[in-house]
């Protein structure tokens, strides 16, 4: 016969129980690589800046979701005209600012109009280039007139580019990021981490969790002795695929490989000699054995590609045939190129793993046709100077994990310096183009003209290694738009 005493406690072991299943734990810590340069995703190509603040900190009118649709975010509704070039929104009301400003049609056209101005910081000025006026018709509403019809412009405005920031916080955006999100930016300890807090007046639906801290881990070992550890919960792209059948074995990790929109390239300098000679860009296209470099740099993960776009949308075209391996056919063009010797280059390489060791692998296998590298490490604000801005390189690997952006190969100012008025015109054309089909054609015609040009090598898409703990769910499978979304992650023991 059972005492009281027993009965008592057994009570008190399922009210325990009971308590710890109602509260479950409320904080993260997301493992990422690179740390931001700042945290205004209005002023930066950085994807590590939309990693941490997109859907999280700001939003845009409308938002990328977890299988790429555009789905409303600040703007609940809209309408078109039946010829496509007026965009009326309806927006959210009683929607503030994380500094408890008021939302409203005037920070859309504020927004707008900044990103679109000739001096604007924004690195996708060209996803306001067809806007030709935004007009406040009340404060719960905005009509933007395009100067011709673009099918994309609904998806531009869900980039991390164009989400909306208000005039009294946008100049202070980069240190002390102020949006409408879920989440308020808590601190930032440079070198360290970024820490985001719920946002108890979100004028949806409020998230799980109270607090996220995302940590920089750049280096690979790091990032599984923190996961094993348990100091970090979750990697959305860890880069230690080494290590991945580890991790599978271990039952308290979940791993998810999925797709994202990381075109992976090794980017030649197109206006610098000699790699401003089609014969010597087809020459290493040629040498590039993209086998070797996809299990070297992925664990075997990545999808090979053949030109600037993802095999994941349906205008994609397979033209990884166009430059076979071949390295007979690399040094007879080269020799033809003026080159028999072969000559010697530099080859940057920003931090993230499938970067520097793609990279020793594409510099044994150049190797192969006289092309000796000095491989310079660098750190991402030095690439970003460097490379990025002020083009002083030669040859580079990095992923371009923005959606859609084979357009980035008409661009002046772009850092591959390369210039095909044929190319540029296929983007007039698209740019005006609605028609989903005929969108698809010119998205084929383009992705031929580069493949072609051997404007890159064009290496592999960059596959999305996700790791975190079983217990937690609302982790994105895919990247469709370069953004780690905590919105709907939760802890479900």
Known sequence: MK???????????????????????????????????????????????????????????????????????????????????????????????????????????????????????????????????????????????????????????????????????????????????????????????????????????????????????????????????????????????????????????????????GETILAMNNGKEPFDNLQVRQAISHALNRDEIILGATSGNGVPIGSHFSPASEAYVDLTDTYPHDIEKAKEILAEAGYPEGFEATLKLPPPTYARQGGEIVASQLREIGIEFEIIPMEWAQWLEQVFTNRDYDLTIISHTEPNDIEIYARDDYYFDYDNPEFDAVMEELEATTDPQERNELYGRAQRIIAEDAVNGFLFQLPKTGVWDVNLEGMWENMPIQANDLTQVRWTD
């Open 3 to 261: 005492t009281l005493a027993t009965m008592l406690g057994a009570a008190a072991m399922v009210l325990t129980s009971g308590s710890a299943a109602l509260s479950a734990r409320t904080d993260l810590v997301v493992g990422v690589v690179l740390e931001p340069p700042h945290l205004d995703p209005t002023a930066g190509a950085a994807a590590a800046i939309d990693e941490i603040v997109y859907a999280n900190i700001f939003e845009g009118l409308t938002r990328i979701g977890p299988n790429g649709n555009v789905q409303p975010a600040l703007a609940e509704s809209w309408e078109v005209s039946d010829d496509g070039t007026v965009y009326t929104f309806h927006l959210r009301e009683g929607v503030t600012f994380h500094d408890g400003t008021t939302f409203d049609a005037e920070d859309v056209k504020f927004s707008l109009e900044r990103a679109m101005a000739e001096d604007s910081t924004n690195a996708q000025q060209q996803l306001f280039s067809a806007i030709e006026t935004v007009e406040v018709i009340d404060p719960a509403t905005v009509e933007v007139t395009l100067e011709n019809p673009q099918g994309s412009f609904l998806y531009n405005m869900g980039w991390g580019d164009a989400v909306i920031v208000a005039p009294e916080s946008a100049e202070n955006n980069r240190e002390n990021p102020v949006g409408t999100g879920p989440f308020t930016f808590e601190n930032w300890a440079k070198g360290s981490s970024v820490t985001i807090v719920k946002n108890p007046d979100y004028w949806g639906e409020p998230v799980a969790l109270d607090e996220a801290e995302f940590r920089f881990i750049p280096d690979a070992a790091a990032s599984v002795t923190a996961l094993l550890s348990g100091d970090v919960q979750a990697f959305p792209n860890l880069q230690a695929s080494d290590s991945l059948p580890q991790i599978e074995a271990d039952p308290r990790f979940e791993v998810v490989i999925g797709a994202t929109e």
